[in-house]
């Protein structure tokens, strides 16, 4: 062994041996320390604690304070007229408004940071109080790093403790139809005339006021509004006025707990007239329609939907008052603000005489909606708007039975339905759609929250009731939902709770509860195709799509499905009840070559395939008796089957077959979705060799319908019965349009008849 590695090894336990030493001295050390320390029983070392704030929230508004009353005046300082004085010049339009809100509120966690939604406001004053003493704050304005209003305070609030802040602010009347917003109109002198109103939804409250602007959080608003002499405000509730220093003060009377999102008022000349039979609701419009009579549809119908409401729900309009005002500009087309509907101006206004026989179906079906809101938004609101369906889907398909109740004339209730089915159909078979229970976290920013309000949460909000409304029958349905408002009347819910109502109505045992339904269908995106096989009954599904529909395995839907035989009346089964493998299905098998109709009367969100058996019999039996189906399932084969051929589910002639029967068809569903269909194939062969022929084609289909309203059509004249005038229109428009001679030649003869002499043409059918 070399001399090193000797020397090395004796460093080395050295090493070691001192090593051992140090450790033991230590350990020694703490064992005495410890000894002699119990004896001193020193006091605790003070907390270490940091002065850094925590961050703000990001998008949403914490929970550790929450409102329970506001006291808010706003004045508006806009004029009704820009009067012009000699010299040609005059003031220009004002477009401030200045206000105060006191927020009176609960503290729920301890806290020194109030946060609020404020946007575009200029704030010129806080002040916090408890009992009387004033608690020092300052402020910062929402800034690129965060988007809330923030009043930190030099000492904490305390949980369980009742607060007040005060602010006063200023802000700009908008000119984008949003928040409070200016609007102009021309009156009968021809002078530009101005009016205020506002549009808070979903997140524009924020704009007119610093406020906790979350449909959880409501509160009691208690407004003043201040305005010009010779002008009028409305708002939420009723109200007494006063003048002070040139300026009218209308103070309302406190509204119930209600979200941010339904605060509204309007300032303008408009004039009103009163409801018959129910004084409380008065209808608002330009001076020279209400004197003209325009409103007086509105204003009669309203009633009969009112009492629909009422006795459907069990639950009395309970506000005092009721106004409906129709504005020159407003987007959307309305907006069910409680106590104070604001409208299009066009789409509430009915003058006889002058405007188509069939808008008054567009004012009864908008009345309608928003009506129904002031049950399902205004008294029971979602929590938050990824369950915005629960509003939208409601006022929905509460319309269908409003309108039927209010103008049983129309006779127009399977229209709407199968309306609203066909866009939700359209926009769910997309890849961009999206559940209508969207996960919280996805819908956050004012942004995601407006793209909430599409075809999926109204549309298809509305067949998904219908569906459960089916399922359970109608009796129990009315009965949970009103058990439902009843017990969260002024609160907050999410679907669970709808659905634990509507079981605890049903009552029933069945394979599957009322929310194991009912999940799937609200909380995934899109719809199944059911595909049926009648020669061994192997009935299975899988999410339609018109750009993919290979089989997603991780979707499934339990279907309940209603069908018939050519021999047989309608029945009932499951379908996946508890997942979704093949079920061969014994009731499906064709027997004695009967066919099989499934979803009988569209109830079930879904559509249906079929082997091309089935399919051949289904299509004969249209071409031979076609009132043995239904209609609305004749509208809907026909559409079942142009949509799964643009999905390559069929094929093409088998689609074009499935408009034969239309030669011998007078109801408009069918023809309705054979028109809009077709019109894929017209803009897909306008400029081909294909488009001739298709011409030849509908001519011949549809001079059946024509010479059915032909008599009427000829001397300018529409069907009596209000349901038929939409086949009349669809007649005219479908044979003139591919060049039906008797169409043109009738055409042409109005024409000439106008242009002679305008004042003998009297034709009522309008669009």
């Known amino acids: 062994m070399p001399p090193k590695s000797i020397t090395s090894k004796v460093f080395a336990v050295a090493f070691i041996v001192l090593t051992i030493l140090v450790i033991s001295a230590v350990i020694a050390m703490i064992v005495v320390y410890s000894y002699q320390i119990k004896s001193l029983a020193p006091t605790e070392p003070p907390p270490i604690t940091t002065t850094t704030p925590a961050p703000p929230p990001r998008n949403r508004l914490p929970k550790n304070v929450v409102p329970e009353r ?34 009176y509120f609960h503290c729920l966690e301890e806290t020194k940071t109030i946060y609020l939604n404020s946007v575009d406001l200029k ?69 530009e005339r101005y009016l205020v109103a506002t549009n808070m939804q979903p997140t524009e409250a924020r704009n007119t006021f610093p406020c906790f602007d979350e449909p959880e959080m409501k509160a009691v608003f208690h407004v003043t ?76 119908i309203t009633v009969k939907i009112l009492d629909f409401y009422e006795t459907y729900f069990g639950i009395k309009y309970n506000l005092g008052k009721l106004d409906q005002i129709a504005l020159p500009d407003l987007y959307p087309e309305a907006m069910e603000n409680w106590g104070l509907i604001t409208y299009q101006e066009g789409s509430l206004l009915y003058k006889e005489g002058v405007s188509s026989l069939l808008h008054k179906e567009v004012v009864t079906s908008l009345i ?102 089916d399922y359970v029958k109608e009796s129990v349905f009315q009965k949970g939902i009103t058990a439902y408002l009843k017990a969260f009347k002024y609160e907050n819910t999410d679907q669970n709770d709808l659905w634990k109502y509507i079981q605890e109505a049903y009552d029933e045992n069945d394979v599957i509860t009322i929310e194991e339904f009912m999940h799937p269908w609200t909380s995934q995106t899109g719809y199944p195709v059911v595909t049926i096989n009648t020669t061994n009954g192997v009935t299975t599904q899988k999410r339609f799509l018109f750009n993919d529909t290979a089989e997603s395995r991780d979707l499934w839907w339990p279907i309940r499905i209603n069908y018939m035989t050519n021999s047989s009346d309608s029945a009932s089964l499951w379908l996946n009840a508890k997942g979704q493998e093949p079920e061969a299905k014994t009731d499906f098998i064709s027997k004695d070559g009967d066919w099989i109709l499934a979803n009988v009367n569209c109830t079930g969100y879904y559509r249906v395939n079929y082997d091309a058996e089935n399919w051949a019999r289904l299509l004969t039996q249209l071409e031979t008796n076609l009132e043995r189906i239904p ?30 029967f239309l030669r011998k068809e007078t109801s408009f569903l069918p023809w309705e979705s054979a028109v809009k269909n077709l019109e894929y194939f017209v803009l897909m062969f306008d400029r081909s060799e294909v488009y001739g022929p298709i011409q030849v084609y509908l001519q011949e289909q549809v001079r059946g319908l024509y010479n059915y309203f032909k008599n009427l059509t000829d001397v300018s004249e529409v069907p009596e019965d209000h349901s ?20 043109e030649e009738m055409a042409a003869k109005q024409y000439a008849d106008w242009m002679n002499n305008s004042t003998i043409n009297n034709f009522t059918v309008q669009q």
């Not at 006291?71 to 012009?84: G, K, R, S, W």
């Not at 004053?125 to 929402?142: A, C, D, F, N």
């Not at 007494?240 to 209308?250: A, C, L, M, P």
């Not at 997309?430 to 969207?438: F, G, I, K, N, Q």
């Open 70 to 103: 506001y006291e808010i005046v706003l004045q508006p300082q806009f004029y009704t007229e820009i009067p012009v004085e000699v010299n040609g010049t005059g003031p220009n339009q004002t477009m401030l408004f200045n206000g105060t809100s006191t927020v």
């Open 123 to 191: 704030i010129e004053k806080s002040l916090v109080m408890h009992k009387g003493r004033e608690i020092k704050s300052s402020y910062i304005l929402p800034n690129e790093s965060n988007i809330f209003l923030e009043v930190e305070l030099t000492e904490s609030l305390k949980a369980g403790e009742n607060y007040s802040l005060f602010l006063a602010f200023q802000g700009d009347i908008s000119r984008n139809l949003e928040s409070l917003f200016i609007s102009t109109y021309v009156d009968g002198a021809n002078t």
């Open 225 to 300: 509004i201040i305005h010009r002499e010779g002008t009028k405000a409305l708002g939420n509730m009723k109200s007494n006025s006063n003048r002070k220093n040139g300026w009218e003060h209308t103070e309302f009377v406190p509204t119930p707990r209600m979200s941010t999102y339904l605060f509204a008022f309007a300032v303008s000349e408009f004039t009103s007239v009163k409801s018959p039979g129910r004084e409380e609701i008065m209808t608002y419009a330009r001076p020279e329609a209400t004197a003209a009579g325009e409103t007086q549809y509105a204003a009669n």
């Open 368 to 469: 309608a909606h928003e009506l129904a809101h002031q049950w399902f938004g205004n008294l029971v609101t979602m929590k938050w708007w990824n369950e915005v369906w629960l509003n939208e889907g409601f006022a929905t398909y509460m319309t269908y039975f409003a309108v039927d109740a209010a103008e049983p004339s129309f006779k127009i209730k399977d229209v709407l339905i199968m309306k609203d089915l066909h866009r939700a159909f359209m926009e769910d078979a997309l890849e961009s759609s999206h559940p209508l229970s969207v996960p919280v976290q996805d819908v956050q920013t004012s942004y995601e929250i407006s793209e909430m309000f599409d075809a999926i949460t109204y549309n298809k909000g509305a067949m998904v009731l219908r569906m459960l409304t």
């Open 631 to 660: 209609v609305m399932n004749r509208g809907q084969l026909v559409d079942d089957a142009f949509s799964l051929a643009r999905a390559k589910l069929v094929s093409v002639t088998l689609a074009l077959n499935a408009t034969r």
């Open 724 to 743: 038929l005038q939409y086949n009349q229109l669809i007649a005219i428009e479908v044979a003139c349009s591919n060049g039906l001679a008797e169409c």
